[in-house]
């Protein structure tokens, strides 16, 4: 009768999953162009300021006293700029990056859900401290990730 009956269970390396899954890796390539503009800006300041401290270094000596000044202010108002710059583009980028993977991660449990419906588990678990191989279900579910990925990227 039910006592026979044996409970089917499944584990999950989330970490793996994550790190494995398209889906992962598309978004990661989405929020490196989303923000390859800034960055390029950044890269545009930087330089900026590093020929300024080179003309000084180079200049500075034979420069006249208002010349010398004017040069120093600029180098400072490029530095804040640049700091400015990095801390809004990486306060930006982490919030993003942050966006990207809580909405990756309720995709993967909905299809971690349906994979193990589908497969008739009645039970899966997000890693354990100890499990059989038998009982790793990552690859099935990467594979169903990736199935579900080109299907939903096949008008591309």
Do not use: C, H, W
């Amino acid at each position: 009768g039910a006592q026979t009956e044996t409970l089917r269970v499944g584990v999950v390396n989330v970490n793996r999953l994550l790190e494995q899954a398209p889906q992962f890796r598309a978004a990661m390539q989405a929020l490196q162009e989303e923000f390859a503009p800034r960055q390029r800006e950044l890269v545009a300041i930087q330089r900026s300021l590093q020929e300024k401290s080179d003309t000084y270094e180079r200049d500075g000596a034979v420069m006249g006293a208002e010349e010398r000044l004017s040069l120093e202010r600029e180098i400072r108002e490029k530095q804040r700029d640049f700091a400015r710059e990095q801390s809004d583009l990486n306060e930006d980028a982490n919030l993003r990056q942050n966006e990207e993977l809580s909405k990756l991660q309720r995709s993967l449990l909905q299809e971690v859900q349906n994979f193990a419906r589908s497969e008739n588990y009645d039970l899966v678990v997000a890693d354990a401290l100890y499990f059989s191989s038998t009982i790793d279900i990552t690859d099935d579910v990467l594979q169903a990730l990736e199935d579900s990925y080109v299907r939903d990227n096949d008008g591309l």
